[in-house]
């Protein structure tokens, strides 16, 4: 190194290490070094949510999931009144919930209304604004038209009114799109983001979303209808089929959005998140219910404890995900090694 | 016309006017004193109550200066070998940036902003109308740079504006005002274009040939976002100054993620009907 010159630095043809010239404050010019940064300062900044937009997410998924089944049980021609007033009394609930969370995450919650003054596609948070608002509101007719069908309202003529005035079969139908939407597009909500481990997994994010809430739907339902004893024998036959089936597709999706994350998935399994993770979402939420639901013979016991372990799951699912969220966008390692070359999402990808 | 700024790092040197003039003109809080011990550098990062930070590169060099060295011919540019080849950046470098909002031209903020507060000007600035804003905070984690954050107490998010006030009045922005360097220098970005390429070219003939604009669709522009109207002059790589090298736009994929939910939609739904048969 003793006849290294000035012009040899800048050339690059210096103390060469690794065909990179060395620089001032980067004694390593490893290419994977891990010094990369502005004294470890997140280059991004993470999103604030708490609490409010997981749980958003669990009973959002919840709802669309619910309105799913039983649509499609319409459809089938398979009326099952049992089923059907679980149904649309979970979406008006669900429904009523959501808002509620949302609005109390904003920083100005008194302007909720101004996410309603324009409507932009490439926004995931505007798309789901206005597909709570139109599947709320459709649901919230269907629910309407339910407590008059069961006598909530009184038997007098407004009930009357309301069951002849709102066409059930339509509704339901109309609403089927923008009840799924609101279920998958929380999966878009994230990875549109500049976060690692989100962005990263933009092509099954909404599809992991919206088979884990199914999955707690369908536990939801069956644990309803379990536990008030009702519900025909073959909505709990197709319900304990659907279950089973969406718990290997929710399970299949994991394992590949993990794959896809690769190195960026880590937060997933630290200390912090591993617990909600490994022991929530994957282990009592999906491995203890599919034991459940493939062994032997079904009981109400068994169908009732594995409907708990789902939803219980489906929580710390989307907890998991907001927390692994956060570290990975404080971790200025994973994001300088996600934006510098081919990793992030580039424009000519596609699904 | 599109305005915007240059940032020349090379001539910097970290007096942080900009950073005080920003805070007054736009009458943005104090963040409280903290003590980083990283370096003299205690601001730490851009955020919704801070809109320019002049980030301070201190890491001294290993290797010491040996032997008998004419620190005065060092500093004023000699480009011979130095004896007992020693290295010019040997004495450590202190280098300092000016950091603020890139100004996207395709903004990351703007296209996640639900309530379309945050929008594009007549100076072509992005801009968050603070009367629209609601403070759902979404487009703090879409932005690349970490511009944005939620301003604590008030809730609505934050940045720089490009002093929008100032400019309808036809005056500069107060930090590019301040710099007593021209490190900050504002105008059309065409003419910034320019102007930067010059500077680099007049730094490669000097013997800096490190010296890169950073902002270009090239570098720190790159998967969709096309560049920035806020340019900077760099010597280092950009991780370095806390900057991605490679950002994409978000946004860029929300279609086909709408597109993969549909088709998950469309089997989940299948495999709901199928269920249903005995
Ligand atoms: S740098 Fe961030 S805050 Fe500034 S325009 Fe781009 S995305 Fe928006
Ligand atoms: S916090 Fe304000 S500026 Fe940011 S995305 Fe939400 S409404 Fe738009």
Redesign the interface.
């Known amino acids: 190194?003793?006849?290294?010159?000035?012009?040899d630095?800048?050339?690059?043809n210096?103390?060469v290490t690794n065909g990179r010239?060395e620089?001032?404050?980067?004694?390593e010019t490893d290419p994977k070094r891990e010094d990369?940064?502005?004294?470890g300062?997140?280059?991004?900044?993470?999103?604030?949510?708490t609490w409010q937009i997981p749980v958003y997410f669990w009973i959002g998924g919840i709802g669309a999931g619910t309105h799913?089944?039983s649509t499609?049980?319409q459809?089938?021609g398979?009326d099952d009144p049992a089923l059907k007033r679980a149904s649309r009394y979970t979406v008006l609930v669900t429904m009523i919930l959501s808002p509620i969370m949302l609005i109390w995450?904003?920083?100005?919650?008194e302007?909720?209304y101004?996410?309603m003054?324009?409507l932009?596609?490439?926004?995931?948070?505007?798309t789901q604004?206005w597909s709570l608002l139109i599947f709320g509101n459709l649901g919230g007719l269907l629910a309407a038209r339910q407590a008059a069908e069961d006598g909530l309202m009184g038997r007098n003529a407004l009930s009357g009114l309301l069951i002849r005035l709102i066409p059930e079969r339509l509704l339901s139908l109309l609403a089927l799109p923008f009840g799924?939407?609101v279920?998958?597009?929380t999966?878009?909500l994230i990875?549109?983001?500049?976060?690692p481990i989100w962005?990263r997994n933009?092509?099954?994010?909404?599809?992991t979303?919206?088979?884990s809430g199914?999955s707690t739907a369908l536990s939801w339902l069956s644990l309803v209808l379990h536990l008030t004893r009702s519900g025909e024998p073959?909505t709990l036959?197709?319900?304990h089929?659907?279950e089973r089936?969406?718990i290997v597709?929710e399970a299949g999706l994991i394992a590949a959005s993990l794959v896809r994350m690769s190195r960026w998935g880590k937060p997933l399994f630290s200390k912090s998140v591993a617990p909600l993770f490994v022991g929530g979402a994957l282990l009592s939420g999906i491995a203890a219910p599919a034991a459940l639901l493939f062994s032997g013979k079904q009981t109400r016991g068994k169908s009732i404890l594995s409907s708990l372990l789902v939803l219980a799951g489906g929580l710390a699912f989307r907890f998991a995900l907001i927390k692994a969220?956060r570290i990975s966008?404080d971790d200025?390692e994973a994001?300088?090694t996600f934006?510098?070359?081919r990793s992030?999402?580039?424009?000519e990808?596609?699904? | 016309m599109a305005t915007g700024f240059l940032t020349d790092t090379t001539v910097c040197i970290g007096c942080k006017a900009c950073e005080v003039a920003c805070k007054q003109w736009n009458q943005l809080p104090a963040d409280g004193y903290e003590f980083?011990g990283?370096?003299y550098d205690n601001t730490?990062?851009l955020?919704g109550t801070t809109w320019r930070h002049v980030?301070f590169?201190e890491?001294?060099?290993?290797k010491r200066l040996t032997g008998d060295i004419d620190l005065v011919a060092l500093a004023e540019d000699?480009?011979?070998?130095?004896p007992?080849?020693a290295?010019?950046?040997a004495l450590?470098?202190w280098?300092f940036m000016s950091d603020v909002c890139k100004h996207c031209v395709a903004a990351?903020c703007q296209?996640?902003?639900?309530?379309?507060?945050i929008i594009r000007n007549e100076f072509d600035n992005v801009y968050i109308q603070p009367d629209?804003?609601?403070?759902?905070?979404?487009c703090?984690?879409?932005?690349?740079?970490?511009v944005?954050?939620?301003a604590p107490h008030?809730?609505?998010?934050f940045k720089c504006t490009l002093c929008y006030d100032r400019q309808v009045d036809g005056l500069e922005p107060a930090c590019a005002k301040a710099c007593p360097t021209n490190s900050i220098q504002f105008g059309d970005v065409e003419d910034l274009k320019v102007m930067a390429e010059e500077r680099v070219q007049e730094l490669h003939d000097k013997?800096?040939?490190?010296a890169y604009v950073w902002g270009t669709p090239e570098v720190g522009g790159t998967?969709?976002i096309d560049g920035n109207h806020s340019k900077f002059i760099l010597m280092?790589?950009p991780?370095?100054?806390?900057?991605?090298?490679?950002?994409?736009?978000?946004?860029?994929?929300?279609k086909?993620?709408?597109?993969?939910?549909?088709?998950?939609?469309g089997?989940?739904?299948a495999?709901?009907?199928?269920?249903?048969r005995?």
């Open positions: 190194m003793s006849d290294t010159t000035r012009q630095l800048t050339q690059g210096g103390h010239p620089t001032s404050h980067h004694p990369k940064h502005y004294y300062i997140p280059p991004i900044k993470h999103a604030h949510w799913l089944f499609v049980a459809l089938l398979h995450d904003l920083g100005r919650p302007r909720f101004n996410m003054r324009i932009k596609l490439r926004s995931p948070m505007s604004s799924l939407f279920g998958f597009n999966g878009n990875s549109a983001t500049s976060v962005a933009w092509a099954l994010m909404a599809p979303f919206l088979a199914l073959k036959r197709a319900l089929r659907a089936a969406t597709i969220g966008a200025p994001y300088f934006a510098s070359d992030a999402p580039q424009p990808d596609k699904v | 980083t990283d370096s730490k990062q955020s980030a590169i890491n001294p060099k290993k000699v480009t011979e070998p130095l007992n080849g290295e010019l950046d450590g470098r280098a990351p296209q996640a902003c639900p309530t379309g507060s629209i804003c609601n403070g759902c905070g979404y703090v984690p879409a932005c690349p740079y970490g944005i954050t939620q008030d809730g609505r998010a013997g800096y040939t490190q998967g969709g280092d790589e991780e370095t100054y806390n900057l991605p090298k490679h950002p994409y736009l978000p946004q860029e994929k929300v086909g993620g709408v597109v993969a939910g549909a088709i998950a939609a089997v989940l739904g495999v709901v009907a199928l269920a249903f005995d």
